[in-house]
C-alpha cells in the first residue's frame, strides 16, 4: 500500500525544501519552516546577516584606493572574495602596498 509523495513545500525562510515526514516546525504565521531556519530568525540571525550584508555592499561600492597614503606608492589590489549565508558574493578589492611592507619588514600595509 504505497503512498503518495508529499508535494514540495518551501521554508518560509529559506526557500529550501520542508520534509513534512521529520519537520513539523511552523512559524508564527502558520507557514512551513525547518527548525534551525525558524531557531536562528528568533535569535536575530538574519539581523546580523542584514548587517554584514549592508556592510560589504558598501565596501564593494567604494572607488579603489590606488596609492598608499603612508608612501605613495602604486598599490597592488588583492581581490578578496566574501560569501553570505545565503549564497550572495561580493568581490572586493583589498589594496596592499609592497614598498611599505619591504621598508620596515613589518607586516604588509593595506586600508580598506
Keep these: 500500500m504505497g503512498g503518495?509523495?508529499?508535494p514540495r513545500?518551501?521554508?518560509a525562510l529559506c526557500s529550501e525544501s520542508v520534509?513534512?515526514?521529520t519537520d513539523f516546525c511552523a512559524d508564527e504565521n502558520g507557514?512551513?519552516?525547518h527548525e534551525h531556519c525558524y531557531v536562528n530568525?528568533?535569535?536575530g540571525a538574519?539581523?546580523?546577516q542584514t548587517s554584514s550584508q549592508?556592510?560589504?555592499d558598501m565596501l564593494a561600492a567604494q572607488p579603489p584606493v590606488l596609492n598608499c597614503p603612508r608612501c605613495g606608492e602604486p598599490l597592488l589590489q588583492m581581490d578578496a572574495t566574501f560569501l553570505?549565508?545565503?549564497g550572495k558574493t561580493w568581490m572586493i578589492p583589498l589594496p596592499v602596498c609592497m614598498s611599505c611592507n619591504h621598508a620596515d619588514g613589518g607586516a604588509v600595509y593595506a586600508d580598506a
Design 4 to 6: 503518495q509523495p508529499f
Design 9 to 11: 513545500i518551501a521554508c
Design 31 to 33: 507557514e512551513f519552516v
Design 19 to 21: 520534509n513534512l515526514e
Design 41 to 43: 530568525h528568533l535569535l
Design 46 to 48: 538574519r539581523t546580523n
Design 54 to 56: 549592508h556592510l560589504l
Design 84 to 86: 553570505s549565508q545565503n
